[in-house]
């Protein structure tokens, strides 16, 4: 059975209605970086950090997975199939995704301000200011900040080092470490992008397949393709 990995960014959840951050019109054109998503906007804006994170889970509980989501799960029925989002959103397990690693942590968990292992879900959109964790501590959104090792990335190298084929969805590959993740990609192995724009290629030096089609188009595309050759 083949192995697909596929590595997902933001524009795989545009299609949902969800705010990309990068874009000229997303997050971070009405939010600055250093007062919601560092550690040192934590510890001094506690209340606003807090507030934005309860906004944006609010906002994906009201939000479903789109075509792309779908059409990856579908995968499962006949590969080996890995999923490595950037994406801190659900819509890859809420669209029947089994196997999905996190590289930027996930809105529907938090986690303890002190030790990061103790992570807990969280039931509804609303974290609570003065939320405890089971170890005393202030619970904090279970989200890589900016300035924050990226824990699960070594897991995710060995997975993309796994792959048959290897697909990008929805990614700029300008965030780092995770754009580095291509370079762990056996250099024989296909790589389909699927993304409108111009992503930074500069990294990928395997055959290559560039679908310029938004996600929740060009995904489904490729998933027949890929059925039709390989089944």
Partial sequence: MKKIVVFTGAGVSADSGLATFRDADGLWASYRIEDVCTPEALRDNRATVIKFYNERRREL????????HYAIAELEKHFDVDVITQNVDNFHERAGSTHVTHLHGELTKLRSSINPDLIVPIDGWE??????????SLLRPHIVFFGESVPMFDKAARIAATADIFIVVGTSLAVYPAASLVHYVRPDVP???????????????????????????????LVEKLEHEYL
């Avoid at 974290?127 to 005393?136: I, M, W």
């Fill in 61 to 68: 509980l009201e939000k479903q997975p789109n075509a792309a």
């Fill in 127 to 136: 974290q609570k200011l003065d939320a405890k964790a089971p170890d005393g």
């Fill in 191 to 221: 790589i389909y992008l699927v993304d409108p724009g111009t992503p930074n290629l500069a990294l990928i030096r395997n055959p290559l397949t560039h679908i310029r089609a938004r996600a929740a188009e060009g995904v489904p595309q």
